[in-house]
């Protein structure tokens, strides 16, 4: 068996157990409506997966059925796959219906208990934290990682201030989220670890370990800083757009722990190397010393330059003066003589 279709096959696997997760889940009867809610998310992402991978084991095992001789041969074993392939998607889309279907009705019997139950007392209020999270608990907007090295130093500072360091949820309730958070290539990395709140460490740690490498990322940063597009012409929206990117690599760098302050010349050179020749004609008017300028410098500057461009992008055209006020007030085509006569 090809470790392709070997790779597509544990997908597959791991996708199995997620549904079952979800299902003992659903059979828990949770009065947890967030809880709910992200797993009916989770339940729903495993789906869609799912009927990726399924697609591409087909396409695999057709591949290999290809090499088989016998017609009769190949055309019985071509049905019987095909046969297999429509049961075990039948049959997951059948176990996905029935869980999604319990879980909705868990969320209305929570939206309709929550709308005729009374506001909580003072006392309830004070109660400890996390009896007061299993009730309700808020709504939390996660971005999304999918293994993209870019996206793991903001995922992984989100994910730690709204979520990992929170008193107020359970180590399940962590999983659940971090689970809801990762696709792609980062939700495999975790598929394969349960949902319970001791596997949460663990799955925490594997992408930590996958996923924090300075070395690549400090090389992602720079090939984005270095990739910036040049401004084609003078406007605010090219200039704001290169200052942004410029800055925004520079903080992330910063945040990987480079030291970008020490880089001043070489900066000033790659943001120059960046301008259009209007507004690096300005700048060079404006820093007319023979002293290497300052990154800072060269910054204050062109913030205020994009400034100016928004202004002026942002004014009211003139009206044009009517042909009434021209005959008005100045003359035109001024009308011959009378007794000037052309022979």
């Known amino acids: 068996m090809p470790s392709e279709l070997r790779e ?38 495993t789906f869609e997966q799912f009927k990726k991978v399924r697609t591409e084991i087909e396409l695999q095992t057709d591949h290999l059925s290809a090499s088989t001789d016998e017609f009769s041969e190949q055309t019985a074993l071509d049905q019987a796959r095909e046969d297999e392939n429509v049961g075990i998607l039948v049959e997951f889309e059948e176990d996905y219906c029935v869980v999604k279907s319990e879980l909705r009705r868990q969320l209305s019997a929570i939206r309709a208990s929550t709308n005729a139950a009374p506001a909580p007392s003072a006392a309830e209020l004070s109660g400890p934290p996390s009896t007061l999270a299993r009730v ?157 300028p300052l990154y800072d410098d060269l910054m204050y500057f062109l913030r205020n330059h994009c400034s100016m461009l928004e202004s002026i992008a942002h004014r009211r055209p003139e009206r044009p003066e009517s042909s009434e006020n021209r005959s008005r007030f100045g003359v035109s085509n001024p009308a011959v003589p009378s007794q000037l006569v052309i022979v």
């Not at 544990?10 to 199995?16: G, I």
């Not at 107020?168 to 990395?189: H, I, P, W």
């Not at 949902?195 to 090939?223: C, G, H, M």
């Open 136 to 292: 309700k608990l808020p709504e939390i907007n996660l971005p999304f990682f999918s293994g993209k090295t870019k996206e793991w130093v903001t995922f992984r500072d989100s994910f730690k201030s709204l979520i990992h360091s929170s008193n107020q949820l359970s180590n399940t309730d962590k999983f659940c989220y971090l689970r809801s958070a990762v696709t792609g290539e980062a939700l495999q990395a975790i598929a394969s670890v349960d949902i319970t709140a001791a596997n949460y460490d663990i799955a925490w740690s594997t992408l930590e370990k996958r996923y924090e490498n300075r070395k690549l990322l400090v090389k992602s940063y720079l090939d984005s800083l270095f990739s910036i597009e040049l401004m084609r012409k003078e406007s605010y929206d090219s200039l704001n757009k290169l200052l942004s990117e410029f800055e925004r690599n520079l903080q992330m760098l910063q945040k990987v722990g480079e030291n970008p302050g020490q880089w001043s010349t070489l900066l000033v050179h790659m943001l120059c190397s960046r301008l259009d020749q209007s507004t690096l004609r300005q700048w060079e008017t404006h820093h007319s010393s023979k002293e290497v």
């Open 8 to 45: 597509l096959i544990k997908q597959e696997r791991n996708l199995r157990r997620t549904l079952d997760s979800v299902r003992q889940f659903a059979s828990s009867e949770s009065n947890n409506y967030e809880l709910i809610s992200v797993r009916l998310e989770l339940l729903e992402a």
